[in-house]
């Protein structure tokens, strides 16, 4: 089995890191007046070259800006979107941990128009990462579709009904991806949190009376597959599949096996990358419906918590996942990224690096 040339790749990740202090100490400063924009955007250029580094040096063939230049992994995108705006904080959510639960209060989403793009909103996002890797693909990542168009009202009069709204999100994320594929970018990764969140069943009975959540999945997959319907041949779009991200705690748990058949052999991707870090899993016998041309990457490796996994230990899950997908077509990552907001998991850089190290090495030694 040879290392593979096109993305994803055997040793991937999912996209954000750790943000270092000196962007902690930059975006505090900018709160409170005490630099202006430009002055943020030069330190974020800073980090972002250092983090490139880091994934090149760690020997990564896809590299990402580490989301460095965003407060939250989706939300920066979704009220860029034209007929969206940023509301009022909502009821605080539980987040658990292993030992505890803490709480994470969503902004609520406004509708104030039809949602449409005035230019891409991660193009220059994308420019400065291209303009700065030197070894590795530039990865660009983007918070799925199903994050504007779930559990939204829309303004009376705006539309005749949900499938209108749902083609014009449709559209916009079409867009974005022409617009960044314009721009050079060959690998794009949808975030996505309803297809794992759906795999709960406390969630489930949660959001009953908010979405049809017997059918939240398959609406989903229609939405993503219009969004996708014009991607270039030599375009790569893989798509994760989230429980929550929120310094080391997670949203749900659950196996995929509530949403597999429908999303697993319905989604028009080119690679999924699915959460297999712990027991909330679930078992890989829901990777049987994956299709014959989809790479599944398995996020056998945690990025919530420091403490390093063997490689033998990741090197027998890749192996019972083998046993439902060819092994020349599985990859390996963390199962999510080390910071989908700017607090990031309880991990140092150094800690992150290991992990880095950890991932490659592993790779390498599975598949040559």
Same mark, same amino acid.
């Given at each position: 089995?040879?290392?593979?040339?096109?993305?994803?790749?055997?040793?991937?990740?999912?996209?954000?890191?750790?943000?270092?202090?000196? /962007?902690?100490?930059?975006?505090?400063?900018?709160?409170?007046?005490?630099?202006?924009?430009?002055?943020? @955007?030069?330190?974020?250029?800073?980090?972002?070259? *250092?983090?490139?580094?880091?994934?090149?040096?760690?020997?990564?063939? !896809?590299?990402?800006?580490?989301?460095?230049?965003?407060?939250?992994?989706?939300?920066?995108?979704?009220?860029?979107?034209?007929?969206?705006?940023?509301?009022?904080? =909502?009821?605080?959510?539980?987040?658990?941990?292993?030992?505890?639960?803490?709480?994470?209060?969503?902004?609520?989403? /406004?509708?104030?128009?039809? #949602?449409?793009?005035?230019?891409? $909103?991660?193009? +220059?996002?994308?420019?400065?990462?291209?303009?700065?890797?030197?070894?590795?693909?530039?990865?660009?990542?983007?918070?799925?579709?199903?994050?504007?168009?779930?559990?939204?009202?829309?303004?009376?009069?705006?539309?005749?009904?949900?499938?209108?709204?749902?083609?014009?999100?449709? !559209?916009?994320? !079409?867009?974005? &991806?022409?617009?960044?594929?314009?721009?050079?970018?060959?690998?794009? %990764?949808? *975030? *996505?949190?309803?297809?794992?969140?759906?795999?709960? #069943?406390?969630?489930?009975?949660?959001?009953?009376?908010? $979405?049809?959540?017997?059918?939240?999945?398959?609406?989903?997959?229609?939405?993503?597959?219009?969004?996708?319907?014009?991607?270039?041949?030599?375009?790569?779009?893989?798509?994760?599949?989230?429980?929550?991200?929120?310094?080391?705690?997670?949203?749900?748990?659950?196996?995929?096996?509530? &949403?597999?058949?429908?999303?697993?052999? =319905?989604?028009?991707?080119?690679?999924?990358?699915?959460?297999?870090?712990? +027991?909330?899993?679930?078992?890989?016998?829901?990777?049987?419906?994956? #299709?014959?041309?989809?790479?599944?990457?398995? =996020?056998?490796?945690?990025?919530?918590?420091?403490?390093?996994?063997?490689?033998?230990?990741?090197?027998?899950?890749?192996?019972?996942?083998?046993?439902?997908?060819?092994?020349?077509?599985?990859?390996?990552?963390? %199962?999510? =990224?080390? @910071?989908?907001?700017?607090?990031?998991? +309880?991990?140092?850089?150094? %800690? +992150?690096?290991?992990?880095?190290?950890?991932?490659?090495?592993?790779?390498?030694?599975?598949?040559?």
């Amino acid at each position: 089995m040879a290392r593979r040339v096109t993305p994803p790749f055997r040793a991937d990740h999912v996209g954000s890191y750790l943000r270092p202090a000196s /962007l902690h100490a930059a975006r505090a400063a900018y709160a409170a007046g005490a630099i202006d924009a430009a002055a943020l @955007a030069a330190v974020e250029d800073e980090a972002v070259r *250092d983090v490139v580094r880091l994934q090149e040096d760690a020997g990564l063939q !896809a590299a990402t800006d580490g989301e460095f230049r965003r407060e939250q992994w989706h939300s920066d995108f979704l009220y860029a979107i034209g007929g969206y705006e940023k509301g009022e904080l =909502g009821a605080a959510l539980p987040v658990f941990k292993k030992d505890e639960t803490i709480t994470w209060a969503p902004n609520a989403t /406004l509708i104030t128009g039809r #949602p449409h793009l005035d230019k891409t $909103i991660f193009g +220059e996002h994308f420019t400065f990462l291209k303009d700065t890797v030197t070894t590795a693909v530039p990865k660009i990542t983007v918070p799925s579709p199903s994050m504007a168009h779930f559990r939204v009202s829309l303004p009376p009069g705006l539309y005749g009904g949900i499938e209108e709204f749902r083609a014009d999100v449709a !559209a916009v994320y !079409a867009a974005e &991806v022409a617009g960044l594929y314009a721009l050079g970018a060959r690998y794009v %990764q949808y *975030d *996505d949190t309803i297809f794992a969140f759906l795999n709960d #069943p406390n969630w489930r009975a949660s959001m009953s009376g908010t $979405i049809d959540v017997a059918h939240a999945h398959e609406v989903n997959v229609a939405v993503i597959n219009e969004s996708l319907a014009g991607k270039p041949d030599d375009l790569t779009v893989t798509i994760h599949m989230c429980r929550g991200n929120y310094r080391s705690a997670w949203f749900s748990s659950g196996g995929y096996d509530y &949403v597999a058949e429908a999303v697993f052999g =319905g989604l028009k991707v080119d690679g999924l990358f699915l959460e297999y870090d712990d +027991e909330r899993s679930g078992t890989f016998e829901p990777l049987r419906f994956v #299709p014959a041309d989809q790479v599944v990457v398995l =996020g056998v490796m945690t990025t919530k918590t420091p403490e390093l996994e063997s490689k033998d230990t990741l090197k027998r899950r890749v192996e019972e996942a083998a046993r439902y997908v060819d092994i020349d077509r599985l990859c390996i990552s963390g %199962q999510c =990224g080390f @910071a989908s907001t700017v607090e990031g998991n +309880e991990l140092t850089i150094d %800690q +992150e690096k290991a992990k880095l190290d950890l991932l490659v090495e592993t790779a390498a030694e599975i598949w040559g």
